[in-house]
């Protein structure tokens, strides 16, 4: 080998494990971000429940979920007429007949307290800092929130494509209503990782502060 083609060779050697280097600090950053990315993930579970729970208490979002409580074995005894669910009206349109059928249903007083609960877990899981046995709790409540709202694409008709003028109807094939549902896989997820934080810093803390007793105990 000349001397020139050994210059080639070492300049390309260097040149592979430079592009080695980069792409190792890469994953290294990205390995770092763990605990920020738990962050972002809480704070994003916090923001959704509460934004979400706090358009229950409008009329449209109340109407809105009408279909899923309707047909839900778990929450149908909510409503008073279950069976006669009208049709919803267009987000801020205003129908009187259908606004009385779904205030003598009790659609809107349910839509409220499902608001509230909602609201509520939310600010249970924010309690993390101080209080991160509670936000554990409130993480699971979630994940059981998560399972029964994923329960919807089983009991609800209006979750798949069907219908006059449908070609398609039935798995995999999602309407609108069932898309806004099986984006609550991801809030499963969210929530069970949370939690699994939650406890973990939760226990830490327990551990450290019997360590600190023993050790003042035996002093």
């Not at 990205?30 to 605990?35: F, G, N, Q, S, T």
């Not at 998560?146 to 009991?155: C, G, R, V």
């Amino acid at each position: 080998m000349t001397t020139q083609e050994a210059s080639h060779e070492w300049m390309h050697s260097s040149e592979r494990k430079e592009r080695i280097g980069v792409i190792r600090s890469f994953y290294i950053a990205a390995a770092r971000l763990d605990r920020f990315g738990f962050g972002m993930l809480r704070l994003g579970l916090i923001v959704v429940l509460c934004w979400i729970g706090g358009l229950k208490a409008t009329n449209y979002e109340a109407e809105g979920i009408a279909p899923f409580v309707a047909n839900s074995p778990l929450m149908n005894f909510f409503y008073h007429h279950p069976a006669e669910y009208g049709e919803k009206n267009l987000a801020g349109g205003l129908n009187i007949a259908n606004h009385e059928w779904n205030e003598s249903n009790g659609t809107y007083v349910f839509s409220y307290g499902l608001g509230c609960v909602i609201v509520g877990l939310g600010l249970l899981i924010a309690l993390h800092p101080v209080l991160p046995q509670v936000a554990a709790v409130g993480s699971f409540l979630v994940t059981l929130m998560a399972l029964t709202t994923l329960s919807f694409l089983i009991t609800t008709p209006e979750a798949w494509v069907s219908g006059p003028g449908a070609t398609v109807h039935g798995f995999p094939f999602l309407a609108l209503p069932g898309l806004l549902v099986v984006k609550d896989s991801i809030m499963l997820g969210a929530a069970i990782l949370t939690m699994a934080d939650s406890a973990k810093v939760y226990l830490r803390r327990v551990v450290h502060e019997a360590g600190e007793r023993v050790h003042i105990e035996g002093r």
